[in-house]
C-alpha cells in the first residue's frame, strides 16, 4: 500500500492468493493442488488508504486472508483435525461415487474436504453434542 500511494496507485500491484493443498499432509507422496484465487488490486483501496491507512492495511489484509481461505483447507481446531481425518477415511469414496461430474481427483478430494470440515464446523458451533457423539463413534479404540 505504502509503494502504491507513493507512485498514486498508478503502479497496478496485484496480489494472487494461491493455495496449496495435499491430498495427504500427513504422509508424503501424494497428490498436490493449487488453487490460484480471485486477483486482488491493491488500487481497490487507495480511498481507504487515503482516508486511514492503517484501516486500508487492516481490510486488504482481511481480502488477503479470506482469499487464501478460500481456496485451502482451513481447520482451526486441532481437536477436529482427527475428527475429519476419520470422516474422511471413511465416507470420502462414498462421497466420491455419490457425486458428479469429471473433475480431476485432486480439486475433487479438496472440494470434499472443504465440505467435511465446513460441515463439522457448523455441527461444532450449532450442535456440539452430535460432534462429541460422531467423534466417540469414529475415534479408534
Same mark, same amino acid.
Given at each position: ?19 496449496? @493443498? ?8 501424494? +497428490?498436490? %493442488?493449487?488453487?490460484?484465487? #480471485?486477483? =486482488?488490486?491493491? !488500487? ?26 478460500? @481456496? ?8 477436529? +483435525?482427527? %475428527?475429519?481425518?476419520?470422516? #474422511?477415511? =471413511?465416507?470420502? !469414496? ?48
Amino acid at each position: 500500500l505504502g509503494v502504491e500511494a507513493q507512485n498514486d496507485f498508478a503502479l497496478g500491484t496485484t496480489i494472487i492468493p494461491i493455495g496449496v @493443498n495435499y491430498s495427504d499432509p500427513h504422509h508424503h507422496y501424494n +497428490d498436490l %493442488l493449487i488453487n490460484v484465487g #480471485e486477483p =486482488i488490486k491493491v !488500487s481497490d483501496y487507495k480511498e481507504t488508504f487515503l482516508e486511514n491507512e492503517r484501516k486500508a492495511a487492516t481490510e486488504l489484509t482481511n481480502t488477503i486472508k479470506e482469499r487464501l481461505e478460500e @481456496n485451502t483447507i482451513v481447520i482451526e481446531d486441532e481437536n477436529m +483435525d482427527e %475428527l475429519v481425518e476419520n470422516i #474422511e477415511k =471413511i465416507y470420502r !469414496s462414498k462421497l466420491r461415487e455419490d457425486s458428479e461430474g469429471d473433475m480431476p481427483s485432486a480439486l475433487h478430494n479438496f472440494q470434499l474436504s472443504k465440505a467435511i470440515v465446513e460441515a463439522v464446523t457448523f455441527f461444532k458451533k450449532n450442535d456440539p453434542d452430535r460432534v462429541i457423539h460422531f467423534k466417540l463413534k469414529l475415534t479408534p479404540t
